[in-house]
């Protein structure tokens, strides 16, 4: 079966959004074949009230690969959207039948859409952000606190290690390494944001990571205690790292896609 098979991918997004009217995005770029061999004309409709259904135009060998790349494509997107609207979204081939219907949903009109896609596109080149991007939607997505734990820290994580200033406090590890991305971001750390000037917060977290992570914590109605009390800091200390970091020190640079047109 030749490469240039066209194939029409059906992507479910569960999550308590929703869009007023069903509307078409034109995303056309040629992607190098061995990064992403498709290229993409998403429809976007309403699912009920359990999100939304969407349609992707690929290019693949393959039914198995098609579904693959487009769920690679939308995931992307769906990343960028999650931090966007800072709610927990899903994607899958599948639909969940036995989801409980959203009561209150976040309008997403196709601007955003085309946003979340723009900048999808911006951070091709920034592999360690976007995977960064998706640790913050798992984190959104899992009810289980240990888990949702894990997902926040790793999204910071993973920025401060690839990404760090390069001097000498940095080289000490992980911990100087979030350190000095914090004081890049925000100065001394009587001014960060969220963490309110505790300057033991990386190393607490840092060791309660390790301790979940490695098996280290019995599971006590204590420690999920302990654990669930710092989420919310977490998530927002995450959210905030993230989003400044996008802002300023990515910046304007990335791989731009030619044009994003759309109609309904």
């Avoid at 999100?51 to 393959?62: D, M």
């Avoid at 959210?239 to 990515?250: M, P």
């Amino acid at each position: 079966m030749s490469d240039n098979t066209i194939w029409i991918v059906t992507l479910y997004i569960e999550g308590p959004i929703s869009i007023n009217n069903r509307f078409k995005m034109s995303a056309k770029k040629e992607w190098k074949a061995d990064r992403d061999p498709f290229y993409s004309d998403i429809e976007i409709i309403n699912n009920k009230t359990q999100g939304l259904k969407v349609y992707v135009t690929a290019k693949a060998i393959s039914e198995d690969l098609a579904k693959k790349a487009a769920i690679l494509f939308f995931g992307r997107i769906i990343d960028y959207l999650a931090i966007i609207i800072n709610l927990p979204l899903k994607i899958s081939n599948y639909e969940n039948i036995h989801i409980e219907e959203y009561e209150v949903r976040r309008v997403i009109d196709k601007k955003e859409f085309a946003h979340a896609y723009y900048e999808s596109w911006r951070i091709l080149d920034k592999p360690h952000f976007q995977r960064s991007l998706s640790w913050y939607r798992k984190g959104l997505n899992t009810e289980d606190p240990f888990d949702k734990f894990l997902a926040y820290w790793n999204s910071i994580e993973i920025i401060a290690t690839k990404y760090h200033p390069k001097n000498d406090t940095a080289k000490k590890g992980t911990i100087s390494q979030i350190w000095e991305c914090f004081k890049l971001l925000w100065g001394d750390n009587n001014q960060w944001p969220i963490i309110n000037g505790d300057e033991n917060w990386i190393d607490d977290n840092n060791s309660l990571r390790n301790s979940i992570a490695h098996g280290f914590n019995n599971i006590s109605v204590k420690e999920i205690e302990y654990v669930t009390d710092r989420l919310d800091t977490i998530q927002q200390a995450a959210y905030k790292f993230i989003v400044d970091w996008r802002k300023k020190q990515i910046g304007a640079n990335g791989v731009v896609p030619t044009r994003v047109s759309y109609s309904k």
